[in-house]
């Protein structure tokens, strides 16, 4: 009976976990769409802007496959950030793929999105830093096993 206690006890911390985990992830996204708002960015806007880099060019392809995003809605997003001068686009020997890199205007904004996400992110709200470098080496493993 003592092994079925511990098996019943490993299988209620297990859906606690994906309970709070899944409860978390909800209040980040909340947050998250409340701070690309504060700059006028929907969701998507504000996640291409993350994934992009001032200092190098990336396909719309790649850019779309770091955000787990159809390529289609990628174009779309990119013109609505290229039409407030927050990207560019540019050609490449290939004619049939465009690079996208972020402007000197859309690196700020980035910089400042992001240094107001990390304000009151709620995976850090409330930790000691000795918290906090427990929960980067926890997420740092299980991004690890995601590969």
Do not use: C
């Not at 003592?2 to 098996?7: D, I, L, M, R, Y």
């Not at 209040?27 to 998250?32: D, G, K, M, P």
């Not at 060019?57 to 013109?79: C, F, K, Q, W």
């Amino acid at each position: 009976m003592a092994a079925q206690t511990v098996t019943t006890d490993e299988d209620q911390a297990t859906r606690e976990i994906i309970g709070l985990a899944d409860g978390l992830v909800g209040r980040i996204w909340v947050q998250f769409q409340a701070r690309a708002a504060e700059f006028n960015l929907s969701a998507p806007e504000a996640k291409a802007l993350q994934g992009l880099d001032p200092e190098l060019p990336i396909s719309m392809r790649e850019l779309a496959a770091r955000l787990g995003a159809n390529p289609s809605n990628i174009t779309v997003v990119v013109g609505r950030l290229e039409a407030r001068g927050l990207v560019s686009r540019h050609g490449s020997e290939d004619r049939r793929v465009k690079g996208v890199q972020l402007t000197e205007r859309g690196a700020e904004l980035r910089r400042r999105l992001e240094q107001r996400l990390a304000e009151d992110h709620p995976a850090i709200q409330g930790l000691s830093s000795t918290q906090r470098e427990a929960l980067r080496r926890i997420l740092r493993r299980l991004s690890e096993q995601a590969r």
